[in-house]
């Protein structure tokens, strides 16, 4: 605080660097900071999703409308209200309404855990079927003779990433309401930007590796 | 004291100067590049001479940012615009923003009918490239409607939308440096079929 009012008499307007040039805190510029690179990271995976598959001869498109498009779409479906939830939770924290804001976290982190159980569920079911990072089921290897394997590296590199930041998701979020009570309510919002990131990130890969391989029938 | 704030004041008056005339010069030379490339490039209507334009344009409009709000903030386009700027001391608070429960359930709305059209695109079969074009779009819909409304970017200061959103797009741009070789990586693989033959070969 007290090198925050030194700055601010040392340089006057913003334009020689105010204190808070940006009018954030320190961490939620950190935050933003780190959503932009995590951003690139993930444009990169599925550019070169894309990449692998424009280049390929032929590309495995086995997702049925029912069951697996319909199983995603509640996964999305699932992830748009836990980011609606984390909304609430940062306009309670903002009233100082502690209990409200350690509810609607909770409420929060139930559709986070349930975005992951029906996805290991989906995991799960594509592993039995003889889905790989290295091969493809006998299956559709019949019916894209020339398909690679690169199918299973891409979905599984990029689902699994994004599992992985949804997993940290819910243990960050875990940990504000735990500790809500030392929480200021940049703190919470801090956490609902990550969440909210989570949640954009699925936006992109929902369409690109579910919406796009749907099954064509013959 | 004072003579000290002075002083640094002075100083970073002078560094201003010096940075935004190095980022013209750039700019300059960045559009310079870009316009050379339209009268050397022969067939423009080509993918390479389009990214080359594309991008160098886009990087000579960053770096001419910084000195036009130099120079807006100097008054130098108070005859055009006729503004008055502030130069007075502004109060360093952060800002916040509240909004209220029906404009972010208005949100959801929309979130949840567009991922319900792009679900719908798929049920539907649309042709593949027709659709990955409407599906990127919406998707650009949706995760601004995210950024501005439950990221509340729209509600922060304009400096933060601009310190963070043009770079990251222009690093999403520059990854399509690559596409171009997708197509053509095809015929350049070991045992390939040359491309005349390669749509006869997967028709059946």
């Known amino acids: 605080m007290s090198t925050e009012a030194h700055a601010e008499h040392l340089v006057g307007t913003d334009w020689e660097g105010g204190a808070l040039p940006y009018r954030v805190g320190h961490k939620k510029l950190g935050m933003w900071l780190f959503i932009v690179s995590d951003a690139l990271t993930f444009t990169a995976l599925l550019m070169g999703y894309s990449y692998v598959r424009a280049s390929s001869e032929q590309w495995p498109e086995p997702f049925h409308f029912y069951p697996s498009i319909i199983f995603s779409t509640v996964m999305t479906l699932c992830l748009l209200a836990s980011s609606f939830t984390m909304v609430m939770a940062v306009k309670a924290s903002a009233r100082k309404d502690r209990q409200g804001t350690r509810r609607w976290i909770l409420a ?77 309510h940049e703190d919470v919002e801090i956490g609902g930007l990550y969440w909210h990131f989570v949640d954009l990130v699925w936006m992109f890969v929902f369409p690109m590796i579910y919406l796009l391989s749907v099954f064509r029938g013959k | 004291m004072s003579r000290l704030v002075d002083s640094i004041r002075n100083l ?25 490339n339209l009268k050397w490039a022969g067939d423009f209507l080509t993918t390479d001479a389009l990214f080359v334009v594309v991008v160098f344009g886009m990087l000579g409009t960053v770096l001419l940012i910084s000195p036009v709000l130099w120079l807006y903030k100097h008054g130098y386009f108070a005859k055009l615009v006729g503004s008055h700027i502030d130069t007075e001391p502004v109060e360093m608070v952060p800002v916040h923003f509240e909004g209220t429960t029906k404009l972010f359930l208005s949100i959801l709305g929309w979130l949840l009918g567009l991922t319900l059209i792009e679900v ?52 999403i741009c520059l990854f399509f440096i690559f596409f171009p070789d997708s197509a053509r990586s095809k015929n350049y693989r070991y045992g390939a079929t040359p491309a005349t033959e390669q749509g006869q070969k997967a028709e059946p």
């Not at chain 1, 559709?111 to 559709?140: N, R, V, Y």
């Not at chain 1, 690679?148 to 979905?155: P, Q």
Request: hydrophobic letters at 60%.
């Open chain 2, 120 to 171: 719908l695109l798929a049920y539907k079969q649309v042709p593949i490239v027709l659709m990955l074009t409407i599906l990127i779009g919406l998707s650009l819909i949706k995760a601004a409607l995210i950024i501005a409304y439950f990221m509340h970017l729209k509600f922060e200061r304009l400096s933060l939308v601009l310190s963070l959103i043009p770079a990251l797009v222009i690093c």
């Open chain 2, 12 to 36: 970073s008056q002078k560094e201003d100067v010096i940075i935004n005339a190095i980022c013209l010069v750039m700019a300059l030379l960045f559009f310079g590049l870009a316009a050379g």
């Open chain 1, 108 to 184: 929060t982190m139930l559709g986070g855990l349930l975005f992951l159980g029906l996805h290991i569920t989906e995991w799960k079911h594509l592993i039995d079927e003889g889905l790989t990072p290295k091969t493809l089921p006998a299956e559709w290897l019949r019916e894209w003779p020339n398909a690679t394997y690169l199918f299973g590296s891409t979905f599984f590199a990029i689902t699994g990433l994004h599992m992985f930041h949804v997993l940290t998701g819910v243990i960050y979020l875990g940990v504000i309401a735990l500790r809500v009570r030392r929480m200021s």
